[in-house]
């Protein structure tokens, strides 16, 4: 970030870094505080999604969607699979922040590059299942629970998304020998990110799927 | 590869000695003056200039539309507007007024002030700065482009589905509300994280959180504000694009759907919004009546919390918005009681500012002046505002004049009268002269007066029954004189405004043969008024050690042996005027205009052909990958003469030419040292 610097910069400065050598107020970098201010405001923008989605689930077409009653067209096996395959990401989230931090570079890549294809899995999961929905005849515009079904989820696979682009970065930057150990707090941040992700999924998955 | 020799940096006077940057894809701006480095600048102070610059236009833009509708409304079946013109004006009216003038001017006092006030050298994020206002004004063009693209939006500020639905409004006005506003937000949520980041991670040494000067704490409550309620709006305007372009089924009453769910996501955001458009003035009030008062402020620490209370409250009370909407008995009992408490931490506020200048040396500058006119004003509006907590009493008033008075009360003789009060104070620390008190006192003599002849005949009309949002009234029902009146007063109001414009620049020209303003020209109190003005670049020489609230106050005055305050220093002697040797400040960038100017682009294909939002995805990735990869501040890289450029931008050949050469030195180098430290990314992708 193109910080502001209190000093004169020292010998070993990191311009990434404008704030890590320098005591802030608090002690926890800008960079990171700025991570946790900003997921408190997302939130609110999934507090929003989820109360549209409350309100409407229940108001489907009589005999539901496909006659199978209201949300019959979910296939909860296959969903549980993929939130499944969305939470172990968390994991490997965290030993490649364990990695990079213990200088494992190698380790670092591997587990890294295993998140982000975790994530996109989840995604790819996610098409597989709009697009099952579609054929049911669960349109976008077929009716309001329809409509916050799919803005819910899709926000959501959006953030997913924005966060495995975050994880191929780190992913390159790493390959070409820009993210040294001392910078393993960019790993720290889009970590934090990519488990608040997850934690809202538990929430949306819990909510849209388990609830009758 | 870093340098630790000190370097002088940008002279204030324009002389350019930082050095280029010589690593990266692309050479970082470095122009210090001309409209160039306007376009490019990350410092906070250049960025607060353009914020106020900016809504001030949109302030005259909003006051022609206000003229407009005060001149259809002067005489009984007014034919000056038709009904869908006067539709289109109050809703811009209302919009401009809110989202384009009071919450940028409030923007532009903490960009100036919070990081003077915390003794910081700029805010945490300096280009996420730059991009919050280059957003908000992209997202304000936006908006009023749809005056003549078929029509303004024309559903009230509020735009309550279904109203604001396709079948009611067919134009394409409120999608230019839905994505302007959008784009406007993102502004807000950016400067929000930035700011907060900034009060609570770099404060000057010494400075605990209750040693803080007050408008930064204002401050700091009201970017909590936005960063909670800003995307509640969000989601409600995704919700009616979603509608109104895409056939979703949100506000689609015949699909089963509950008209409700707008005005609880619109007022969830809406209720906090009156209070973070009001404290900032509150700040700014708390800043001014101790200077002209000579008293510290009464009880800091209620001040404080009040302020923190009302934040936490504000989120509380959205629905007494709703009471003539059918939510229900127990819902209007408890809102109307959790409204009525809101007043109380409000109420706090004015009588510490009473007794603040209780038995003060009181001086009436004009500063001063409006500080008054607000707690007078405010005060009034506050009482209005608490007999509509009264649900009964509001099911009569809504949708009446009453209610246009009360709002403007609050939020015009309120936030209005303290950011002008503001202006006048701190005009001198920021360009270098005062603004003339004989001008400045005509302004607020005319203000006042203006103020109060336009609104408070207003209270007398809705009294009597006079509906809002109806374009105009028949004869007969005694709403006439009232009604000229009021049109009178928004003519003086006009002419008050004017006079400011007239102000500033005729105060400008007088101030090249007054002496120099100096760095402390009302004996203030707070550690901004340290540093020269108008402030240099690099704020302070030297950051403060604060070792108590009114700093600055106390290295100027002190007890003597029998305890009676005397000064002890002139504020010139304690404060700083080096010239900042060594300290280093980050780079201009293009990046943060580059990427904002996508939003609209954007906007403007989702609305027309898809194509063009192609383009602007385009141009959002490439701004957003040059952001990144942008290279660090030049500083800390080794130059030598022939790197040394003139204040020229690269062209674009030179640029790409530039790009290519750096961009092969980078990957030799990364050759050499595969894991070398050196990390010549700004910045790290997620958070930029």
């Given amino acids: 970030m193109a910080d502001t610097t209190l000093t004169a910069p020292e010998a070993g400065y990191d311009p990434d870094h404008h704030m890590g050598e320098h005591a802030t107020t608090t002690g926890i970098s800008n960079n990171k505080l700025a991570m946790w201010v900003f997921l408190g405001s997302e939130c609110m923008l999934f507090g929003g999604l989820i109360s549209t989605y409350l309100l409407y689930k229940d108001r489907v077409p009589e005999g539901g969607i496909t006659g199978r009653g209201e949300n019959g067209v979910f296939d909860i096996p296959f969903t549980s699979i993929s939130s499944f395959v969305l939470l172990m990401s968390s994991l490997t989230m965290v030993l490649a922040l364990s990695a990079i931090q213990r200088a494992d570079h190698r380790a670092f890549r591997t587990w890294v590059l295993t998140t982000a294809l975790l994530g996109s899995t989840f995604i790819a999961g996610q098409v597989y299942e709009f697009t099952a929905?579609?054929?049911?005849?669960?349109?976008?515009?077929?009716?309001?629970?329809?409509?916050?079904?799919?803005?819910?989820?899709?926000?959501?696979?959006?953030?997913v998304t924005v966060g495995i682009v975050m994880l191929l970065s780190l992913f390159v930057l790493s390959i070409r020998g820009r993210l040294a150990s001392s910078r393993a707090e960019a790993v720290e941040i889009v970590g934090l990110y990519w488990h608040f992700v997850d934690i809202v999924w538990i929430l949306i998955f819990t909510i849209v799927y388990l609830i009758p | 590869m870093a340098i630790t020799e000190e370097r002088p940096l940008a002279l204030p006077s324009g002389g350019q000695v930082r050095p280029e940057p010589v690593l990266g894809v692309f050479r970082r701006p470095t122009t210090t003056t001309g409209w160039r480095s306007w376009l490019t600048t990350v410092d906070h102070k250049k960025i607060?200039?353009?914020?106020?610059?900016?809504?001030?236009?949109?302030?005259?833009?909003?006051?022609?539309?206000?003229?407009?509708?005060?001149?259809?409304?002067?005489?009984?079946?007014?034919?000056?507007?038709?009904?869908?013109?006067?539709?289109?004006?109050?809703?811009?009216?209302?919009?401009?007024?809110?989202?384009?003038?009071?919450?940028?001017?409030?923007?532009?006092?903490?960009?100036?002030?919070i990081p003077l006030q915390i003794g910081a050298r700029d805010v945490a994020f300096p280009r996420i700065n730059a991009f919050s206002f280059w957003s908000f004004l992209m997202g304000g063009i936006f908006l009023n482009t749809s005056w003549f693209l078929g029509g303004a939006p024309d559903g009230g500020w509020f735009n309550y589905a279904p109203n604001s639905g396709v079948i009611f409004s067919p134009t394409n006005g409120i999608d230019f509300w839905n994505l302007g506003l959008i784009i406007a937000g993102f502004a807000s949520l950016a400067g929000a994280v930035n700011l907060i980041t900034t009060v609570i991670n770099m404060r000057a040494p010494g400075m605990s959180l209750m040693k803080m000067p007050i408008f930064t704490w204002m401050a700091l409550v009201t970017q909590f504000l936005l960063l909670f309620a800003i995307p509640v709006l969000t989601v409600a305007q995704v919700l009616l694009a979603m509608d109104r372009l895409y056939d979703?089924?949100?506000?689609?009453?015949?699909?089963?759907?509950?008209?409700l769910l707008w005005q609880h996501l619109f007022w969830i955001f809406g209720h906090p919004e009156v209070y973070l458009m009001i404290l900032p003035a509150f700040g700014i009030v708390s800043e001014i009546l101790p200077v002209f008062s000579r008293k510290p402020i009464f009880g800091y620490p209620f001040i404080v919390f009040s302020g923190i209370a009302i934040g936490f409250m504000g989120f509380g009370v959205w629905a007494h918005h709703m009471f003539s909407a059918g939510i229900g008995p127990l819902s209007v009992a408890a809102f109307s009681l959790s409204t009525m408490f809101i007043a109380v931490p409000t109420g706090v506020k004015i009588l510490n500012w009473t007794a603040t200048m209780w038995g003060g040396k009181l001086r009436f500058d004009t500063p001063m002046l409006f500080a008054i006119g607000l707690v007078t004003m405010f005060t009034i509006g506050g009482l209005s505002g608490v007999t509509h907590a009264v649900a009964p009493a509001d099911t009569q008033q809504t949708d009446t004049y009453?209610?246009?008075?009360?709002?403007?009360?609050?939020?015009?003789?309120?936030?209005?009268?303290?950011?002008?009060?503001?202006?006048?104070?701190?005009?001198?620390?920021?360009?270098?002269?005062?603004?003339?008190?004989?001008?400045?006192?005509?302004?607020?003599w005319t203000l006042l007066i203006g103020f109060n002849v336009t609104f408070g005949p207003m209270h007398i009309?809705?009294?009597?029954?006079?509906?809002?949002?109806?374009?105009?009234?028949?004869?007969?029902?005694g709403f006439s004189f009232w009604n000229m009146v009021a049109t009178i007063g928004a003519f003086?109001?006009?002419?008050?405004?004017?006079?400011?414009?007239?102000?500033?620049?005729?105060?400008?020209?007088?101030?090249?043969?007054?002496?120099?303003?100096?760095?402390?020209?009302?004996?203030?109190?707070?550690?901004?008024?340290?540093?020269?003005?108008?402030?240099?670049?690099?704020?302070?020489?030297?950051?403060?050690?604060?070792?108590?609230?009114?700093?600055?106050?106390?290295?100027k005055y002190a007890e003597d042996d029998d305890g009676r305050v005397r000064r002890v220093a002139t504020g010139e002697e304690v404060a700083q005027s080096g010239d900042g040797t060594g300290?280093?400040?980050?780079?201009?960038?293009?990046?943060?205009?580059?990427?904002?100017?996508?939003?609209?682009i954007i906007g403007y294909g989702l609305l027309y052909t898809l194509w063009l939002t192609l383009v602007g995805v385009i141009i959002l990735l490439v701004g957003l990958y040059g952001w990144v990869i942008e290279p660090p501040d030049d500083i800390d890289q080794p130059h030598g003469p022939d790197d040394d450029h003139d204040?020229?931008?690269?062209?674009?050949?030179?640029?790409?030419?530039?790009?290519?050469?750096?961009?092969?030195?980078?990957?030799?180098?990364?050759?050499?040292?595969?894991?070398?430290?050196?990390?010549?990314?700004?910045?790290?992708?997620?958070?930029?």
């Fill in chain 2, 248 to 259: 979703a089924n949100f506000f689609n009453v015949e699909a089963g759907a509950d008209p």
């Fill in chain 2, 583 to 600: 300290v280093h400040l980050p780079s201009p960038s293009y990046w943060p205009l580059v990427v904002t100017v996508s939003f609209p």
């Fill in chain 2, 402 to 444: 009453y209610i246009v008075a009360h709002f403007h009360y609050v939020l015009f003789g309120g936030a209005f009268f303290g950011f002008m009060g503001g202006f006048y104070y701190w005009w001198p620390k920021v360009f270098g002269y005062r603004l003339s008190e004989a001008w400045g006192k005509f302004n607020f």
């Fill in chain 1, 133 to 159: 929905f579609y054929r049911e005849g669960l349109g976008f515009t077929t009716s309001i629970f329809s409509s916050a079904f799919y803005t819910l989820t899709g926000f959501h696979g959006v953030h």
């Fill in chain 2, 48 to 113: 607060g200039i353009m914020y106020g610059a900016a809504a001030l236009f949109f302030l005259i833009v909003g006051g022609i539309e206000a003229l407009l509708i005060r001149i259809q409304l002067a005489a009984p079946n007014g034919t000056f507007l038709s009904a869908d013109a006067y539709n289109q004006l109050f809703t811009m009216h209302g919009t401009t007024m809110i989202f384009l003038t009071v919450m940028p001017i409030g923007a532009a006092f903490a960009n100036y002030l």
């Fill in chain 2, 647 to 688: 204040d020229d931008e690269p062209t674009a050949a030179e640029a790409s030419d530039q790009a290519g050469t750096d961009g092969a030195e980078d990957d030799t180098e990364e050759a050499d040292d595969a894991t070398s430290d050196e990390a010549t990314e700004s910045e790290e992708a997620p958070v930029g």
């Fill in chain 2, 461 to 477: 009309l809705g009294l009597q029954g006079m509906s809002r949002r109806v374009y105009t009234y028949d004869s007969g029902y």
């Fill in chain 2, 492 to 555: 003086i109001i006009a002419l008050s405004v004017l006079s400011f414009v007239i102000n500033v620049f005729y105060s400008k020209k007088k101030a090249s043969s007054l002496p120099p303003v100096g760095p402390d020209p009302w004996d203030s109190r707070t550690i901004e008024w340290m540093v020269p003005s108008p402030t240099p670049e690099h704020n302070f020489d030297e950051v403060p050690t604060v070792t108590q609230l009114d700093e600055f106050w106390h290295r």
